[in-house]
């Protein structure tokens, strides 16, 4: 095995984590998913953080994740906890998207089709279902930067399998967000299944991408 694929089999970890988290439930795994993603990212870049600035949006991001998982996890009872997770991925999602556009910039066309696509459902599908004004506000602005982030991974301008590995990983995250909507707002739960494992997945996807560069000069 190439030396610059050797960090990817430490994935294992937040990879078991994922598994017992979707089996579980339990927050403790769940919690431990991004928080030990972020974690490897910081060993396996030791000493080189001050040159790989670009690290630390993926990091923060996914602390921010961690964050979001705990208020969506003790929701119940708690009103507020809803909208604190949402402000929490959306935090997460200018981490990813603070990444993307360090290695590259927004993918215009990209944009363009994802908007399309989510600003009907939008306005035709959620807007309807959703009373709070605050609520309203706050997943319009996650929408939007869902699909900045996502078109800014497609610029991306790493080397093949980081850049694909990473536009999966948002990819899977904005896939969970929509399921997640579904659910949420439409009370439709056919797909409740799959929140779950596309979120994980993207962590893990984008972890493994992180990692690939970690032996690029002029990353």
Not at 22 to 42: H, I, M, S
Not at 56 to 68: K, T
Request: net charge positive; hydrophobic share 55%.
């Amino acid at each position: 095995m190439p030396q610059r694929w050797l960090p990817l089999t430490t994935i294992t970890l937040p990879a078991c984590l994922a598994v017992a988290a979707n089996e579980t439930g339990y927050l403790p795994f769940k919690l431990g998913v991004p928080l030990a993603c972020a974690l490897l990212l910081l060993f396996h870049f030791r000493g080189k953080l001050r040159q790989r600035s670009d690290v630390w949006f993926v990091v923060g991001a996914f602390v921010f994740s961690a964050i979001g998982d705990y208020f969506l996890s003790t929701r119940r009872g708690h009103e507020s906890h809803f909208v604190l997770g949402i402000a929490a991925f959306f935090v997460a999602h200018l981490g990813y998207l603070g990444f993307s556009l360090w290695h590259g910039r927004l993918h215009c066309v990209a944009l363009v089709v994802l908007l399309a696509g989510y600003l009907p459902y939008f306005v035709f599908a959620l807007r309807p279902a959703i009373d709070d004004p605050i609520l309203f506000a706050a997943v319009l602005l996650y929408l939007l930067v869902s699909c900045v982030g996502l078109a800014a991974a497609a610029g991306l301008r790493l080397r093949p399998m980081g850049k694909w590995l990473y536009v999966f990983g948002i990819l899977m995250i904005v896939l969970s967000d929509t399921i997640i909507s579904f659910s949420e707002f439409l009370k439709y739960r056919g797909l409740n299944d799959w929140i779950l494992p596309t979120y994980y997945l993207a962590h893990l996807t984008v972890t493994a991408s992180v990692l690939t560069t970690r032996e690029d000069r002029w990353a």
